[in-house]
């Protein structure tokens, strides 16, 4: 092959992993915010809505996204949210304030109807309890509500309100966003750190079994990043068994600068690993906190998603926060992020896109219209569905990007899994530099592989292999022999080369 400015190498074997996928990681969010739920996931005069009014088209583009797990109810919403207003018949529900969105939430919706709905789509539950407003006895209680068989008020309660059966919520995060001003509830790491603490050991006391998450900082860039970390590891070490992360990638941000947030990420995530495991150091712990990316995605670059832009007039109707399109490019950098995912799967076991649907989402619906599919959709799609069994170390050798803002970054990256059981291997691909790059992928230690199919998208709104829709095309320029495949990836571009194995 000719014709591409740059060249790069990408070298596997089967014997270095970086871990097994927990499938955990192809999760999403659902937040009472904006139109997530109501008109997004729930709207019961909908044509194809279901008996209890969750909306059948998102239901099958959901399946088709290949979402593995939902966290519920928050995000902001939670810290001033009491579970039992979304309790009992519908008819005797309150209408509250909302504070942090700043709309009438009539409660419609809650714990029950959302735990049905994720259990009808195999969907693994996160439940959120509220450690802004609320405290350790209402976060036991909840947990004592969804999880204990029988035989108590709250769990015969459940069953009077139509579940008889428990709904064995197994992952539970302890609040939201601690560590923000912008939190109702906003506290100190060290407060913030012994309430979850004592709350943790609440819930637990109830279900021995669940596992808990504690949060950490809402995002890289927060005054008390680090310190917070620290604190909060060394408050819950003992109790929880995953820390929190939070990771939003602007598109108003320059181009070159937005298309490198997949290194972003990973360094994010090393410096979160790093935190944590010199705590459990410190304390001479053999424990090792894993990580909750439990918030992530891109910010379409049409959005306004500063403090301003999300200040409103109360509304008593759900409002449209954060509804742009997302365009190609947007589709480029969350691919890139999934490779970083990808390359963390020993320590990121938990990864939920926010949101599942309108709120910066993957998905779009219309009241009384159709659902359909954003650029974001196509990445993570095709990930979720390719990307199973281990997680295969990548040496990449490549050209150095330089941007403005982040410094110098590798113009390529790649994530590479391998499905034993199968036969077959997944190579992840992202080009962020501006020229094609010509990428060859030494898998010759794999013993032979054939090459089954290999499919792109571009962020140039122009770009001949761009779709109209935005899903995935055909990488053209691609052949595999001789132990290697070789693929000319078009600039700014992600794409994923499936393989089938002979021996590995």
């Known amino acids: 092959m000719s014709g591409a400015a740059a060249t790069a190498k990408v070298f596997l074997h089967p014997a270095f992993a970086v871990g097994e996928i927990d499938r955990r990681i192809f999760g999403s969010f659902v937040e009472h915010m904006g139109r997530c739920v109501y008109t997004g996931i729930y709207e019961p005069a909908h044509a194809t809505a279901d008996a209890d009014g969750f909306r059948g088209d998102v239901s099958a583009l959901v399946d088709e996204l290949g979402v593995t797990l939902v966290r519920y109810s928050g ?75 029988g035989g108590t008020t709250l769990a015969d309660l459940r069953a009077s309100y139509g579940t008889p059966a428990p709904h064995a919520v197994r992952t539970w995060c302890l609040g939201n966003e601690m560590d923000g001003d912008w939190q109702i509830g906003h506290t100190t790491a060290e407060q913030y750190g012994r309430r979850a603490a004592e709350a ?18 809402s995002s890289r860039e927060m005054p008390t990043f680090g310190q917070w970390e620290d604190t909060v590891a060394e408050l819950t070490l003992d109790v929880v068994d995953y820390l929190s992360m939070h990771a939003y990638y602007d598109g108003t941000q320059a181009r070159r600068d937005y298309l490198v947030s997949g290194h972003r990420l990973h360094r994010f995530i090393e410096d979160v690993v790093a935190a944590v495991d010199a705590v459990a150091a410190r304390r001479g712990s053999e424990r090792r906190l894993q990580i909750a990316l439990d918030e992530w995605n891109v910010w379409s670059s049409a959005a306004d998603v500063s403090p301003a832009g999300l200040a409103r007039d109360l509304s008593l109707t759900p409002p449209r926060i954060t509804e742009e399109p997302y365009q190609s490019l947007d589709a480029v950098v969350l691919g890139d992020l999934l490779i970083s995912i990808l390359n963390h799967a020993d320590r990121v076991k938990i990864a939920c896109l926010s949101l599942l649907v ?7 619906t219309e009241p009384d219209g159709p659902a359909t599919r954003q650029t974001t959709f196509h990445p993570f799609a095709a990930t979720a569905r390719l990307a199973a069994g281990t997680a295969l170390r990548t040496a990449v050798e490549c050209a150095p990007l330089t ?80 132990g290697a495949t070789t693929a000319v990836l078009p600039a700014e571009s992600w794409s994923v080369i499936e393989l089938e194995t002979r021996s590995a």
């Open 200 to 217: 943790g050991k609440a819930m637990r006391m109830v279900d021995p079994g669940i596992e808990l998450v504690a949060c950490g900082s």
């Open 358 to 364: 309108n709120v910066s989402a993957p998905i779009l």
């Open 75 to 149: 995000g902001n919403f939670v810290s001033g949210y009491d579970w039992r207003d979304g309790i009992g018949p519908v008819a005797d529900r309150p209408t509250r304030l909302d504070l942090a969105w700043r709309t009438a939430e009539p409660n419609t919706v809650g714990t029950d109807e959302f735990l049905r709905w994720a259990a009808r789509r195999g969907l693994d539950p996160i439940m959120a309890v509220n450690l802004g407003t609320a405290g350790v006895r209402e976060a036991a209680e909840l947990v004592e509500y969804c999880n204990v068989a």
């Open 403 to 482: 941007t403005d803002r982040h410094g110098t970054v590798p113009s390529v990256a790649a994530a590479a899994t391998l499905d034993r059981a199968a036969g077959r291997a997944a190579v992840f691909l992202a080009n962020r530099g501006p020229h094609p790059a010509e990428v060859t992928i030494d898998h010759q230690a794999f013993g032979g592989c054939t090459l089954l199919a290999a499919r792109t998208l571009t962020a140039d709104d122009a770009d001949e292999l761009r779709s109209i829709d935005g899903a995935l095309v055909e990488l053209k320029r691609v052949e595999t022999r001789n």
